[in-house]
Nanobody, 122 residues
Framework: QVQLVESGGGLVQAGGSLRLSCAAS????????MGWFRQAPGKEREFVAH???????TYADSGKGRFTISRDHAKNTVHLQMNSLQPEDTAVYYC????????????????WGQGTQVTVSS
C-alpha cells in the first residue's frame, strides 16, 4: 500500500479556485490508479476523479469541465485543480490509491489519506 497525505484545502468564495495536492510514499505508487473523493456532511463519500498509471483520466459529472486531475511520477504526487468552485463543492476531499486500473468506487480503493477540508462560500 501507499501512504497518502493531502494538502491545499481551505476557504474560497464561489467562482474561485483551489489546487489540492496528495503526497504519496511507497515504491508501488507508479503502478497505482490515484483518485480523489469527497464527502459532504450527512452524505456518502463520492467519486470525483481518477488518473491511471499511464495518465488516463475519468471524472464524475459534477467536476467535468471544472476539475483537472494530474500526477507527477517523479515527485510521487497527485493534484486536483478545481476551478469555478460552488458552495455544493464544500466537502472533505480525500486522496486514494487503488491497484485496480479503472477503480471508481470507494471499495475499490485500499489506500486513503486523512482528508482536507474545502469550503466554498456563496
Amino acid at each position: 500500500q501507499v501512504q497518502l497525505v493531502e494538502s491545499g484545502g481551505g476557504l474560497v468564495q464561489a467562482g474561485g479556485s483551489l489546487r489540492l495536492s496528495c503526497a504519496a510514499s511507497g515504491r508501488t505508487f507508479a503502478g497505482y490508479t490515484m483518485g480523489w473523493f469527497r464527502q459532504a456532511p450527512g452524505k456518502e463519500r463520492e467519486f470525483v476523479a481518477h488518473i491511471t498509471w499511464n495518465y488516463g483520466t475519468t471524472y464524475a459529472d459534477s467536476g467535468k469541465g471544472r476539475f483537472t486531475i494530474s500526477r507527477d511520477h517523479a515527485k510521487n504526487t497527485v493534484h486536483l485543480q478545481m476551478n469555478s468552485l460552488q458552495p455544493e463543492d464544500t466537502a472533505v476531499y480525500y486522496c486514494a490509491g487503488s491497484t485496480q486500473t479503472y477503480a471508481i468506487t470507494v471499495d475499490s480503493f485500499g489506500s486513503w489519506g486523512q482528508g482536507t477540508q474545502v469550503t466554498v462560500s456563496s
